[in-house]
């Protein structure tokens, strides 16, 4: 379950998340996302990991994937989302003190990070670089159908049509 925030000081610490799937012996891993986002590098560790896992891992969005979780999905085999839930995609955010060569050394890193969020994006999607950082730039939130029409996501998933299948 990714269900909280990424990164130490925000709930799921990568270190625990890491040890853990390198534990899991399965052929499939079902991921859970329920995520506002969090630190870059700790949900860049996270994905790398999921990504290398021999098991096909499969994503479900069951109600938020948002920022640095939305590039943890990508990491999966397969995504699906929940219908009523949502995907959210920003440019990097940091905090920073110091002097203005502090402040342009930042935004020069942020810079970089945007790149490979968008190569991550743009592998998934196919969509131009260019369209995915003014999406990026708007902070974009995206409905399951929107997600499935971008080319985020695989599958969107019905709770209410599986309930109405029970009867």
């Not at 021999?54 to 938020?64: K, N, Q, R, S, T």
């Not at 935004?107 to 260019?130: N, P, S």
């Not at 990026?136 to 019905?158: P, Q, R, Y």
């Amino acid at each position: 379950f990714l269900y909280d925030g990424i990164g130490g000081w925000f709930g799921v610490e990568a270190s625990e998340f890491v040890r853990d799937i390198m534990r899991i012996d399965a052929k499939t891993i079902n991921l859970r996302i329920n995520c506002p986002g969090g630190d870059v590098f700790d949900a860049r560790a996270i994905q790398t990991t999921l990504a290398q896992h021999p098991a096909e891992v499969v994503a479900h969005i069951d109600g938020l994937a948002a920022s640095a979780a939305t590039y943890v999905m990508m990491a999966a085999d397969r995504i699906e989302m929940a219908q009523g839930a949502f995907v959210m995609i920003h440019k990097g955010w940091s905090m920073q003190i110091g002097n203005a060569d502090d402040m342009r050394a930042v935004a020069d890193l942020l810079d970089k990070i945007d790149r490979t969020i968008v190569a991550d994006y743009r592998a998934k999607t196919g969509l131009a670089e260019d369209d995915l950082l003014e999406m990026m730039m708007a902070e974009t939130w995206m409905t399951a159908d929107e997600s499935l029409e971008k080319g985020f996501i695989d599958t969107v998933f019905d709770p209410q049509e599986r309930v109405r299948n029970l009867f």
